[in-house]
Structure formats: C-alpha cells, structure tokens
C-alpha cells in the first residue's frame, strides 16, 4: 500500500524560510516524477512544483520560481521542497504526489504569519 507522509511544516515568519519533506513507502518513488502541490481552504489543489525521476530536471510555477526549491533523495525515497522568502500567501497545505497517482497523504501545514 502506497503511503507518502508530508512533514516540515509549521509556522513561519514572512521572509523566513521552510523545508518540507514528503516520504514514500510501498512504491519506489524513484521511478516516478514527483510535484508538490499547495491547497488553501475552498479551492482546488495548485501544482508548485516538480521534479523529473532522476532529479535532472525541475519545473516551478511561474508564480513561485525563485523562492522554491524542489528536490529528492531516491535512496530515502524522500522528496523536498525548500520554501524561501515566505509571504502571508504561501499559506497553506502542502502536499506531495506523482500526477495523482497514488492515494493523497495528509498533507503538511504551512503557516506564515509575523
């Protein structure tokens, strides 16, 4: 059974900075490409980024290219997303995923408040 655990999150101060990280058990994630999705309350789950099997390549949300940083560890079957220059926006719950593919975990609160 596929299960992917986000941690990481919490609170954090605008301009500060987080790290997130997503676990995979019962499926080698690393043959997978791997995004990270953010979902504020009432809308729709929004892709942020992603990052191809091998890590050789990455791709941001315009939005947000510059302040994210995605990237994996296939030995631990663990992907990250470095969360930069925080603002009030980035307020949400972060989730991780391959395109949907396998059963959502619970997802990690981000909170960026002064």
């Known amino acids: 059974q596929v299960q992917l655990v986000e941690s990481g999150g919490g609170l954090g101060q605008p301009g500060g900075f987080l790290r997130l990280s997503c676990a995979a058990s019962?499926?080698?994630?690393?043959?997978?490409?791997m995004s990270w999705y953010r979902q504020v309350p009432g809308k729709e789950r929004e892709l942020d980024a992603s990052i191809s099997s091998t890590g050789g390549s990455t791709i941001y949300l315009v939005s947000m290219q510059g302040r994210l940083t995605i990237s994996r560890d296939n030995a631990k079957n663990t992907v990250y997303l470095q969360m930069n220059s925080l603002k009030s926006e980035d307020t949400a719950v972060y989730y991780c995923?391959?395109?949907?593919?396998?059963?959502w975990g619970q997802g990690t609160q981000v909170t960026v408040s002064s």
């Open positions: 019962g499926v080698a994630c690393s043959r997978a490409d």
């Open positions: 995923n391959s395109q949907s593919r396998w059963p």
